[in-house]
């Protein structure tokens, strides 16, 4: 085998490890957090496991994305993460005030963090990309 082809597998096991820990986190906190809902003006809807495990994988790929942007310098990434801020953007002023409920108690939830979460999910997305390219 080639240094190159030794070098893309060693990528393909980082972000694969990165994604399932970020899988095991959320299977984790859904666990030892339990019963959670999301609250606003749309009614309530209760948050199970797979929600959280979702996001999980999700923070899991992110991560990777956000190593290789630096190791490589790309700044293609920073256009992930404005993309998704600007859908945590719509989704904030589409939906509005919102409160996360966890053990008798709720939390508010104003535009930041769901803006912070769109560029997450962007920066996911730039991560995946970056796991299945062949290049």
Known sequence: ??????????DKVEGTALVAGGTI???S???????????????????????????GA?????????????EEGDAT???????GAAVGVGVSAVV?????????TAVAIG???VVAAGAVVGLAAYGLKKLFDKS
């Open 77 to 83: 990434a920073i256009g992930a993460v404005a993309g």
């Open 29 to 55: 906190v859904s666990a030892i957090v339990g019963g959670m809902g999301l609250v606003g003006g749309f009614g309530g809807v209760a948050i199970g496991m797979a929600p959280v495990t979702a996001a």
């Open 96 to 104: 509005g005030g919102m409160g996360l409920a966890v053990g008798g």
């Open 1 to 10: 085998m080639t240094d190159n082809h030794n070098e893309e597998l060693k």
């Open 111 to 113: 535009a930041a963090p």
């Open 58 to 70: 999700v923070i899991g790929t992110a991560a990777y994305g956000a190593k290789k942007a630096i």
């Open 25 to 27: 986190a959320g299977v």
